[in-house]
């Protein structure tokens, strides 16, 4: 949840700066005398009225019905059109109009510039001036706001040192200019130089050093000012409050000669952000004047501490609710898992934003309710609700989750039409959503498309080829990586040996554990050893992976112990099977898959009265096996099966094409591995036990729905079984179509009778 208490302090600073950069509007305004014949002068002057008078009242039509019908028209009759139409966003007629105006003057120019400004056609504005006759300081410092509220400071100082003259509102500008866009120490520069600012400026630099969390900066500044406004105070009390100095914006607070709604809510907000709720309630009770920011601040403030009873009760007695404090409650609900009470509260609310919908559907998709978070994606797509980076980002990450690849694909679409696609933010989600949803290259197309790669970025991309199997493709990335001059951190060098243990490159994968103190600073943690014992244990080096296990500068947690359980499994070790277990039971003893990965070693083994004990063991300590699924989706819709499945509308025709292929695949040479039945039952009956497992129910349906030439794309929630896998191998073969697999450990992409992961898992 984003928090909103402190939303006062970037509305004041905000305010402070981006005065001065536009006051070039209103000095536009400003209309020079004209010379006009005496007997035409009182009408022409009662027609301009009535015409600004119109556009004021948005009456756009009457306006130009007015200007048409008047026998002569002064500059200012086409200045008034002009700029009417620009305060009703028609920026096309006013262009339009200035181009038919038969003569111009400075204020037509002045006027339509900054309108070209305020519509952010800087280009438009930039050609405009150019071709002036002649400019005054309104049109230089036009030109100046144009560039600094569009972060082209370069191009605004270039303008200010030119300015033939300047003026307070030039100086102003430069000054906010550099202060919004972080060029912090460019206005302490440009600050010394004169000494008598407008208080706004005062108030600018001062807030400029408190965004920063330059306290020192700042208070310097709040005590050089010759005259102080509310402004001043509580840019300064909001920045020791926000920043934990509680004591001095206290003092300050008390000395404060004009205590305002503003000042009071600074000092709520700062004891919420330092989880001193108590506090925050004290200082709430007493204030004199409340808005709708501080009751938002305080009710965030329950809200973060999960006290959604008092949050509710403020919430109710609140008499000034707007969309912030509805977001605040839902988000608050869905944080604290009661899902339900969040969608009463959206359900209830009598305006929404696109906040909102991105709360609730943050809420569904946490909550574990992925197809209620896309079905409301796609309501809120109907309803015309502007979508933010936001909502993009929860949807895709809930794309991910279900491996729902159609969808996010569309979603896609959505992004690119909103021109976020090249952003870190949602780049990085849409990167997500390829690589779990199986489309790899895809997902490269978007990594390539981020203009300014993050480290996550790069990760996110290492780790996506890492768990799809291609360690070479991996392991490149990452050499292109340092290239660019990023420095890998520890998430990255777990990707990176991931890739290694998942493709069996266990020199390559020791230098890189070897390298990552001594080249880059990093210190191993657990993930980085667990890597490294999966990756010796898998190459059959269990002895080496012990030995690691036994040397590492910590106690080895059940993750690691697992690698070491799964290992054994591969290679038939049952007694360091064994040992590994009972140590996982001991940290994790509701841990269903090592239960299930020892039996699997028992009935390897043929240790069918172990296998018993086992089930026995699960049983007394109330241990259920989680039921094993697998999904595939076709056309926008989620098919889920399970083992034997009995109740899918397509089960005849899905079983009917298992058996067709069964046929087929033992002619190919297909056996049944039976010994994965954790059953002491004939050879017969074990093979009918393995021939519908839900990941073969689910390969089947897709290939039987989705057209051919298309990946067939199924995900399981638990890890492949070894026969699955090897069948799947058979069937990609047989029917000449890609499938790709994701289970709960990697992906797995099947072609030609071959698997990405080389049988190496």
């Known amino acids: 949840m984003a928090m909103r208490g402190n939303n006062h302090f970037r509305q004041l600073h905000s305010r402070s700066c981006l005065r001065s950069l536009q006051t070039t509007t209103i000095a536009n305004r400003k209309q020079p005398k004209t010379t006009s014949s005496p007997a035409a002068d009182a009408d022409i002057v009662k027609w301009n009225i009535s015409i600004s008078t119109h556009m004021r009242n948005g009456q756009c039509d009457s306006a130009l019905r007015l200007f048409n019908s008047m026998p002569r028209r002064s500059s200012v009759s086409w200045n008034a059109m002009i700029s009417g139409y620009l305060s009703n966003n028609k920026f096309f007629l006013a262009r339009q109009m200035f181009e038919k105006m038969p003569t111009r003057d400075l204020v037509s120019w002045n006027v339509m510039i900054s309108g070209c400004v305020r519509h952010r056609k800087l280009r438009d504005a930039r050609l405009l001036f150019d071709q002036m006759p002649e400019r005054d300081v309104v049109s230089w410092n036009a030109m100046l706001s144009g560039y600094a509220q569009n972060g082209y400071v370069k191009e605004a100082e270039d303008v200010f040192d030119e300015m033939p003259c300047k003026n307070s509102i030039s100086w102003n500008g430069m000054l906010a200019a550099y202060v919004q866009n972080g060029r912090i120490e460019d206005a302490r520069r440009i600050f010394e130089l004169k000494a008598d600012w407008e208080l706004v400026s005062w108030n600018c630099m001062m807030g400029g050093y408190v965004k920063r969390k330059r306290l020192v900066d700042a208070r310097e500044i709040f005590d050089r000012m010759p005259e102080k406004d509310e402004v001043s105070w509580n840019t300064m009390i909001t920045g020791y409050a926000q920043n934990g100095r509680l004591l001095e914006a206290q003092r300050l607070f008390k000395e404060s000669p004009v205590q305002d709604v503003f000042t009071w809510t600074a000092m709520v907000s700062g004891y919420v952000q330092n989880g001193m709720l108590d506090e925050a309630r004290r200082v709430f009770d007493e204030m004199p004047e409340k808005n709708s920011v501080s009751w938002n601040a305080i009710i965030a403030g329950y809200v973060q501490n999960k006290r959604m009873d008092l949050a509710?009760?403020?919430?109710?007695?609140?008499?000034?609710?707007?969309?912030?404090?509805?977001?605040?409650?839902?988000?608050?609900?869905?944080?604290?898992?009661?899902?339900?009470?969040?969608?009463?509260?959206?359900?209830?609310?009598?305006?929404?934003?696109?906040?909102?919908?991105?709360?609730?559907i943050a809420g569904y998709a946490q909550s574990g309710y992925a197809e209620e978070a896309l079905r409301l994606f796609v309501e809120m797509k109907r309803d015309g609700e502007r979508l933010n980076r936001s909502t993009f980002t929860c949807t895709l990450s809930t794309c991910a989750e279900i491996a729902a690849l159609e969808l996010g694909t569309q979603v896609h679409g959505q992004v690119m039409k909103a021109g976020l696609e090249s952003g870190c933010y949602v780049g990085n989600a849409l990167l997500v959503m390829y690589c779990k949803c199986g489309s790899i290259e895809d997902a490269y197309v978007v990594f390539e498309g981020i203009e300014e790669k993050?480290?996550?970025?790069?990760?996110?991309?290492?780790?996506?080829?890492?768990?799809?199997?291609?360690?070479?493709?991996?392991?490149?990335?990452?050499?292109?990586?340092?290239?660019?001059?990023?420095?890998?951190?520890?998430?990255?060098?777990?990707?990176?040996?991931?890739?290694?243990?998942?493709?069996?490159?266990?020199?390559?994968?020791?230098?890189?554990?070897?390298?990552?103190?001594r080249d880059y600073g990093i210190t191993a943690n657990s993930k980085h050893y667990t890597c490294m014992i999966d990756l010796l244990g898998r190459a059959g080096r269990l002895d080496d992976a012990q030995n690691l296990m036994e040397n590492m500068p910590f106690e080895p947690d059940a993750a690691t112990w697992g690698a070491l359980l799964g290992d054994s499994r591969i290679h038939g070790n049952t007694e360091l099977g064994e040992k590994a277990a009972?140590?996982?039971?001991?940290?994790?003893?509701?841990?269903?898959?090592?239960?299930?990965?020892?039996?699997?070693?028992y009935a390897a083994s043929g240790r069918w009265g172990d296998v018993g004990k086992m089930r026995l063991r699960m049983r007394d300590r109330g241990v259920k096996k989680v039921p094993g699924y697998s999904w595939v989706e076709v056309q926008n819709k989620i098919h889920t099966f399970t083992v034997g499945d009995s109740i899918h509308p397509e089960r005849d025709r899905i079983y009917a094409f298992l058996e067709?292929?069964?046929?087929?695949?033992?002619?190919?040479?297909?056996?049944?591995?039976?010994?994965?039945?954790?059953?002491?039952?004939?050879e017969e009956e074990k093979e009918h036990m393995l021939k519908y497992h839900s990941e073969k129910l689910a390969v089947a349906f897709g290939l039987l729905t989705i057209a051919p030439g298309r990946p067939v794309r199924v995900i399981k929630n638990l890890r492949v079984c070894e026969d699955c896998h090897n069948a799947i191998k058979h069937i990609s073969k047989i029917v000449g179509r890609l499938i790709i697999l994701r289970d709960s450990h990697r992906f797995h992409h099947f072609n030609g009778g071959q698997c990405s992961c080389g049988d190496y898992w």
């Open 660 to 682: 067709e292929l069964g046929l087929k695949m033992k002619k190919e040479g297909y056996v049944s591995s039976t010994k994965l039945v954790l059953h002491d039952v004939e």
């Open 454 to 517: 993050e480290v996550v970025s790069w990760n996110t991309m290492i780790a996506g080829y890492a768990r799809h199997g291609f360690g070479k493709e991996a392991l490149k990335l990452f050499e292109s990586m340092k290239k660019t001059g990023i420095l890998p951190d520890d998430v990255t060098m777990v990707g990176v040996l991931s890739a290694c243990s998942h493709t069996g490159l266990v020199d390559k994968g020791t230098e890189y554990f070897d390298s990552m103190t």
């Open 582 to 601: 009972e140590m996982i039971f001991e940290m994790e003893p509701d841990n269903t898959g090592m239960y299930v990965l020892l039996s699997n070693l």
């Open 312 to 360: 509710r009760e403020l919430f109710e007695a609140m008499p000034c609710q707007n969309v912030s404090s509805w977001n605040t409650m839902i988000t608050g609900y869905a944080q604290s898992g009661d899902i339900a009470q969040a969608r009463d509260v959206f359900d209830r609310m009598p305006q929404r934003d696109s906040i909102s919908w991105a709360a609730i």
